[in-house]
């Protein structure tokens, strides 16, 4: 029998559930990445209680806000066949990510050289890791650089589940090729599994 890695593999667990081992933290259990990626890898999420949180829009991936206090934030990314995210960072965050749902490739970069008040940046790919229902990952916070993509040739939808110290409203985005960075806002496409107004016309399916 082949050994299949996947959701209905493991003990899969409500999200809530896994809220309530999160809320169990103190600070310095978020200041390091160990305590936080145990309690995923021990606690991955059943997709179905994630319904309330899945908006899909077919132009972009949407942010669905989950659970929020002062010393993290927790959401379920929702991205359609093909999707990217920029290449960014988490405002001195840390950062741990699951996919419940599908898999996503992470791909990070070293930064050479950033200069936010030139807008100029060097920044060089170094590796590739792969999210499953199984094997949920830590940002290394040393270089915290990355994209997230779902490759069109998965030919698959997926969510990712993304835990962040201390919630941020904004993060600097890089582009290789044209060695530029700048700082954008963020904003939620749902929160609490309601719509913000103004977020697009994601569709609930």
């Known amino acids: 029998m082949a050994n299949v890695t996947t959701a209905e593999t493991l003990r899969i667990v409500p ?3 896994l ?9 310095r259990d978020f200041v390091a990445v160990e305590k936080p990626l145990a309690i995923l ?3 991955p999420v059943d997709p179905d209680s994630l319904a309330p949180y899945m908006f899909w829009n077919p132009q972009h991936y949407t942010r669905n806000l989950i659970h929020k206090t002062e010393l993290y934030e927790l959401m379920a990314i929702c991205w359609e ?10 405002k001195n965050q840390n950062c741990w990510m699951a996919a419940p749902v599908g898999k996503l490739e992470v ?3 070293k930064v050479l050289e950033e200069s936010l ?23 290394d916070p040393l270089n ?39 700082e954008i806002g963020l904003q939620y496409t749902s929160m609490h599994g309601k719509l913000i107004q103004g977020s697009g016309e994601p569709r609930a399916d």
């Open 15 to 17: 999200v809530h559930k």
């Open 19 to 27: 809220v309530e081992r999160l809320e169990q933290l103190n600070e």
């Open 41 to 43: 890898r021990a606690h």
């Open 81 to 90: 066949v093909g999707m990217k995210s920029s290449i960014h960072n988490h």
């Open 107 to 109: 791909h990070n970069y």
């Open 117 to 139: 008040q030139s807008q100029h940046c060097d920044i060089v790919p170094t590796d590739v890791v792969e999210i499953t229902p199984a094997s949920p990952v830590a940002v």
């Open 144 to 182: 915290p650089v990355h994209d997230v993509r779902n490759p069109r040739e998965w030919n698959q939808r997926a969510v990712s589940l993304h835990l962040y110290s201390r919630p941020f409203d904004s993060c600097i985005v890089y582009s290789c090729e044209q060695h530029s960075c700048g």
